[in-house]
């Protein structure tokens, strides 16, 4: 199945400064940032289409507020002037943004999704992808996510989270791997 990775675009979602800020809590996958640096180098070096989102926060308290300096990208995932950034206000990277017309436009029918935050941007952007048709992959170790206390005030650790949006993701809305198996793919 990781054969459909070749000819693949990467979509790197949300790797920005603002995640770092204390507000978010504690976080899983601290080498997630690396996983994607090793991930954006590959699809470069195999020549894949790279695109970049940026999530630009509505919320006048989120570090990811354009004219805040969480909104930009890391360094370690920043995009190469070749590599279009597409800015997005909701948690689907294919909602208020042309990344389905440029992904149809240039033939491509597989995606492979790394970034943050596991269960929310990430999982929202991978479901969409899969029902629009597109055959994804999951990066597991290029992901991460944070603690989350959920309606009944019990703290679900961020590990947690991250198997279980994989386990969710897996088979039905794409294929989860880790950075080394789809770096071997391409």
């Known amino acids: ?11 790197v979602i949300d790797v920005q400064d603002g995640f770092d800020d204390p ?3 504690r976080r ?4 997630a940032e690396a996983c994607i640096a090793r991930l ?3 699809g470069r070096a195999a020549r894949l289409p790279g695109f970049h989102i940026q999530h630009m926060s509505t919320s006048p308290a989120s570090p990811l507020r354009p004219g805040q ?9 920043a995009p190469l002037p070749n590599e279009p950034v597409l800015r997005k206000t909701v948690n689907s990277a294919f909602i208020g943004t042309d990344l389905e017309a440029r992904l149809r436009a240039a033939h491509i029918d ?3 999704i790394a970034g943050l ?3 929310h941007c990430v999982e929202t952007t991978t479901r969409m992808a899969g029902n629009l048709g597109f055959h994804a992959f999951i990066v597991s170790d290029a992901t991460a996510t944070f603690d989350r206390t959920g309606p009944d005030g019990v703290l679900i650790p961020a590990e947690t989270l991250q198997a279980v949006t994989m386990a969710n993701l897996h088979d039905e809305f794409a294929q989860v791997a880790d950075t080394e198996a789809l770096l071997q793919a391409l």
């Open 117 to 119: 935050t596991t269960n």
């Open 1 to 11: 199945m990781l054969e459909r990775v070749r000819g693949a675009a990467l979509i």
């Open 28 to 31: 899983n996958n601290p080498g």
């Open 69 to 77: 300096p969480g909104n930009a990208i890391k360094h370690i995932a």
């Open 110 to 112: 597989a995606v492979v």
């Open 23 to 25: 507000v978010w809590g």
């Open 40 to 42: 954006l180098a590959g």
